[in-house]
């Protein structure tokens, strides 16, 4: 998508959902890692050293992995 936004290109599309555009919107790989990367350097910017593994809730009482193995996981694809 070469760095544009998922909602411009829907708008630009004249797609009436996001749904309709992640049809046909498909991330190569290296986007993902990338992503992945910049998400991580962000996290040890803000001075988050512990040991990777963080959970948060939300308040509706969901809890969210956030720990950096995970998002490599996902970004690499092994895990859905």
């Known amino acids: 998508m070469a760095g544009v936004d998922i909602r411009t290109v829907a708008e630009l599309m004249g797609h009436k959902?996001?749904?309709m555009t992640m049809r046909y919107a498909h991330?190569?790989?290296q986007?993902?890692?990338d992503a992945v990367e910049?998400?991580?350097s962000?996290?040890?910017?803000?001075?988050?050293a512990g040991t990777g593994e963080t959970?948060?809730?939300?308040s509706t009482g969901t809890r969210t992995d956030?720990?950096?193995?995970?998002?490599?996981?996902?970004a690499a694809?092994?895990?859905n």
């Open 17 to 19: 959902t996001i749904q």
């Open 27 to 29: 991330l190569a790989q």
């Open 31 to 33: 986007h993902k890692q």
């Open 38 to 40: 910049r998400l991580v």
């Open 42 to 48: 962000a996290k040890a910017a803000q001075g988050d």
């Open 55 to 58: 959970h948060q809730e939300s």
């Open 66 to 74: 956030t720990s950096d193995s995970r998002a490599a996981e996902v």
């Open 77 to 79: 694809g092994s895990i």
